[in-house]
């Protein structure tokens, strides 16, 4: 039997579980990291907001404080291809409301708004 040991809320007991619950766990468990990298974003929604810091500024504070809350202990994660979406679609929500809008230009190509 495999030795059993918990790092966090979760314990990595996925070897002795059937696969529908250890799927169950892992999705659990990333749904309340996505809610955590959430809390911090809003959080720290006054440095995103602010126009006296750049972009590149705000880039780095998502990349240091947020992606690594919604990303802690991800090794141990089997992903599936819905999960993997949910935290793609986090990423982009994240980076959207960094970068801002966009609005379409008269020859049809995408251009960013400025601030």
Not at 34 to 60: D, E, M, P, V
Not at 82 to 88: F, N
Request: net charge positive.
């Amino acid at each position: 039997m495999p030795e059993v040991w918990c790092q966090t809320k979760m314990c990595h007991i996925i070897d002795i579980l059937p696969k529908s619950i250890s799927f169950s766990l892992i999705e659990e468990e990333i749904k309340e990291r996505i809610t955590l990298g959430t809390k911090a974003y809003y959080a720290n929604l006054k440095f995103f907001k602010s126009r006296l810091i750049t972009k590149q500024s705000k880039l780095k504070l998502y990349r240091t404080v947020i992606k690594p809350i919604v990303t802690y202990a991800s090794e141990t994660w089997v992903l599936k291809e819905a999960i993997i979406q949910k935290l793609l679609v986090f990423e982009r929500k994240i980076l959207r409301r960094i970068f801002g809008p966009t609005k379409k230009t008269t020859y049809g190509e995408s251009k960013a708004m400025k601030n």
